[in-house]
Each structure stands twice: as C-alpha cells, then as structure tokens.
C-alpha cells in the first residue's frame, strides 16, 4: 500500500512540475492537450512530454536562425554578395495584375523580393517532374545541389544516386541534403555510401542528436529544392520515390506537383539551400559561398517570381503570413488544394471572411487521406466554412499530395508547405510565388482537373453526419497541434 501511495505522489509532483513547464511555454490548445497527457497518463504522460512536448522547438530554431545570421553576415564581406544580396528598403515589384497580392505578401517574404525576368512550367506527377529532373542534373557542368525529405531506398532513388555519382565523376561539384527523420531507412541502411565513395557531397539535416545536444524530430527539413549551375530551379512537393511514377505505382501515383524556372530568383532559391547546407556541414563559408553557385543571373522570360522560405526561425513570418496575406487580398477567387488541411484559426478566418465578402473560396483535400486521423481533423473545420460559403470538394484516390494556392487567376503560390501546423510553424519549408500568364493559366487548370475528380461536400450533408462521426472528428482535431 505504502508503494502504491509513492507511486501515486511522485506522479502528483511530477505532473505538477511539467504542468508549470506546460502554462509557461504552450499556447492554450497545445497547453490543455498535454494538461490532459500528462495527468490522465501517469508516467507515461510524462515520458510522452519529455520526449515530444517540451519547448526544444525554440531553442533549435535559434540554432537555425543563428547559423542562417552568420552565414548572411560573411555573405556581406564575399565576393559574390553583389549578385546574391537583397536590398529590403528597394523591393522590386514591377506593376502587374498580381501587385495587389505581393503588397500584402511581401511582408512576410523578407528578405527575398519580387523579381522579374523568369521562365517556369508546371510539373505534374513524378512522371513529367523526374524527366525534367534527370535530364538538368544531366546537363549541369559546375554544381548540382539537391534536397529532399524523402529520399526512398527503390527504383527511383537508385536512378537518381547513379545519376549524380556521374556527374560527380565528371567533376561536378555535387551536393546531395536530406532530412533523417524522412529519410530514416535510407540513412540507416548505407543507401548513400556508394555515393560518398564517388565524391558526391551526402549530408542529413536533423535536430535529433544526442551527441550535438539536440532532440527535437519536431524541426523537419520538408523542403525539396534541387539548383544546376546557379541557373534552373526546381521547387515543389515531390519526394524522391517510386509512388510517384505510374509504371512503379501501379498506374496510380501520387497526385503532386513541382515548379521548374530559370531566372534571378535561382539565386534566392540557392542562397537559401546554401543556408541550409551550412547549418548541416559548418564549411567554411567561403567554401560553400562559391563564384561558380552564384552566376551573373539573365533575363528569361516574363514572369514574375519571389522565394518563400518558412521555418521557426522566422519567428511567425514566412509561410504562414504569406498564405494569409495572399487570401485575405483576394478580390475575385481563392482556389486551395493541399493534402492535409488543419490550419491555425487566422487562416480559417481569413478564408471565411474572404467567403463572406463575396470572393469564391474552393479548397481541394483528399477523399481518402494517408492519415486517417488527419482526415478526421480536417473534417471537423468544414462547418463554420461550408456556412461562409466557401466549397469543399474532397478528392478521389488516389492520393493527392500536392500543394497550390491560386488567388484571382493571375497569382500562384505553390511549393513544399501544407496547411497545417506542423509546416506553418515547425517544418523548414520553401514555397515560391508566380505572377505568369502561361503559368498561373495552368496552374488554374490544373485545380479544375483535381476538382473534375472531386466529390463536393454539401453542407445538408454534412450537418447529418452521426454523432460518433462528430464526436471522431473533434477527437482527432484536439491533436492539431501535432497533426
């Protein structure tokens, strides 16, 4: 009895102490979600906070945002700074039918500007976006610097690592940065020896290592970037893997999307790899900071294009204030298709205001998720919208993973963030917006293919849905801090 009775205070004392961590550090849902964790699961509750819940997120994107100032500062005094530095008092933002949107993003995108002088295609599906891949890291002379999230042990995987062992044969300067947690078999099973051995440059990115003092799987490197030659830019969705490609996956891949451009914004898009590269390997930045990565940046086309990074360094700006200010500057239309849609109340609100106010609001999710309890979340939000107006149409398999905001059919934003919590606030992400005729044309086609595919869920029915549907949902949706 006298056991019992120090196993029950010690878990009184215990809980009472992360409770104190817990009201200091959390916002109210994350506080009362693991108020209820830490009580209701004696021990197990607490080991759950430790592990999962304390406020290590800050202080590894101070690590970040502190590499990121350092190799910023030495960028200043680097020879090539003149063609990668970014003047925030002079933003270049030509007029065009998309200024009303950039005004109300660029706040959020500082450092990097609106530039001109760009050529870009849409990418669809593994099957146009590894083409396009293959062939510019075969045509690459100087430099190939790649990132993914995942970096899958198949097919795929092994015809883009032979591609680069080429190259790097050849004597091409190539780099190849991935994240651990995404990519966790693939690291742990020697998949990137082969690659080291013929001078390909391999590196993870993670905030979970003990021997460096860091334990944060919360901090994900989720962008998926690849630069040749400082020239051609791609920017999107897609990992690296066989679901993606309809002859590996059954002849039905993942739905998702890549941006292929060429132009000045390359060089943003650089920069901010180099940053992370940097973070990961601590080379002398004069290393990582080369003539040949930064080339004398032309002209090439017409659209207009602006980098935008995400992460928690950004300290609340980056990806989550641009997809705010480019809904809430709407004028005529809003088409959104993301694959998981648990987002923070500003953006339900802007989204329902926006409705209200007459703009056309469509969202485009997944019928069928590949986490169901994400599913479940993102179902309990379509009340308060389906009654603004706003349309839902969810999507039939399989799988939609891309990503797309389209405001007023002359803006385009797409790239590597979801609208949930975990890429608005925790995820390093990188999205880039578009202001092209050609582009945002096919960017609004291709929403109304996936809506062509879509069943639209109407508010009648909705509202009958059963009382344990309901009560699922709302579960589910306590964990969206997590999600």
């Known amino acids: 009895m006298g056991s019992l009775t120090l196993v029950g205070l010690g878990h009184v004392v215990l809980a009472s102490i992360l409770s104190l961590d817990i009201i200091r550090h959390k916002r109210p849902v994350s506080a009362v979600l693991w108020l209820g964790v830490v009580w209701a699961f004696p021990y197990g509750g607490a080991l759950g906070y430790l592990s999962f819940g304390v406020d290590r997120v800050t202080r590894g994107a101070k690590a970040r945002a502190a590499s990121n100032a350092f190799i910023e500062r030495y960028a200043m005094l680097h020879p090539t700074f003149e063609r990668i530095a970014v003047d925030e008092r002079h933003v270049d933002r030509p007029d065009s039918p998309a200024s009303h949107v950039f005004r109300a993003t660029d706040p959020a995108v500082q450092p990097f500007r609106v530039l001109r ?30 990132q993914t999230y995942i970096f899958r042990r198949d097919r795929t995987g092994r015809e883009l690592l032979e591609l680069l062992i080429e190259r790097a044969r050849a004597g091409v300067e190539v780099r190849l940065l991935y994240d651990r947690f995404g990519s966790t078999f693939a690291h742990f099973s020697g998949f990137f020896d082969a690659p080291r051995r013929a001078g390909v440059r391999v590196l993870s990115i993670t905030q979970a290592n003990l021997l460096k003092g860091r334990f944060q799987i919360n901090l994900r490197n989720h962008r998926k970037v690849a630069i040749m030659d400082g020239r051609v830019g791609f920017v999107g969705g897609i990992n690296i893997h066989d679901q993606n490609r309809t002859e590996y996956a059954e002849g039905a891949p993942i739905r998702d999307y890549h941006v292929q451009f060429e132009g000045p914004a390359v060089r943003d898009l650089q920069f901010l790899f180099i940053q992370d590269w940097f973070f990961a390997s601590r080379e002398p930045p004069d290393q990582v900071l080369s003539q040949s990565l930064f080339p004398s940046p032309g002209l090439v086309g017409e659209g207009l294009v602006q980098v935008v990074p995400g992460g928690p360094e950004r300290q609340g700006a980056g990806i989550l204030d641009a997809f705010f200010g480019a809904i809430v500057s709407a004028e005529r239309s809003v088409s959104i298709v993301t694959p998981y849609f648990v987002p923070d109340e500003p953006i339900l609100q802007a989204l329902r205001y926006s409705a209200l106010r007459g703009v056309a609001v469509r969202i485009v999710v997944p019928k069928v998720s590949n986490h169901r309890y994400t599913e479940f979340a993102t179902r309990s939000l379509y009340g308060g919208l389906l009654e603004a107006g706003v349309r839902i149409f969810e999507r039939r398999p399989p799988f939609i993973h891309g990503k797309a905001l389209v405001v007023d059919d002359v803006y385009a934003m797409l790239g590597s963030a979801n609208l949930d919590y975990r890429s608005l606030h925790l995820n390093f992400e990188t999205n880039i917006e578009v202001a092209d005729t050609d582009f945002v044309r096919a960017a609004v086609e291709q929403v109304a293919a996936e809506i062509a595919m879509s069943e639209e869920v109407l508010e009648a029915d909705y509202l009958r849905r059963s009382l344990p549907r309901q009560l699922a949902e709302r579960f589910c949706y306590l964990f969206q801090p997590m999600l």
């Open 117 to 146: 002088g760009h050529r870009l295609k849409l990418l669809v599906d593994g099957d146009q976006f590894f083409p396009a891949l293959f062939e510019a890291v075969g045509a690459a002379r100087a430099s190939v610097n790649l």
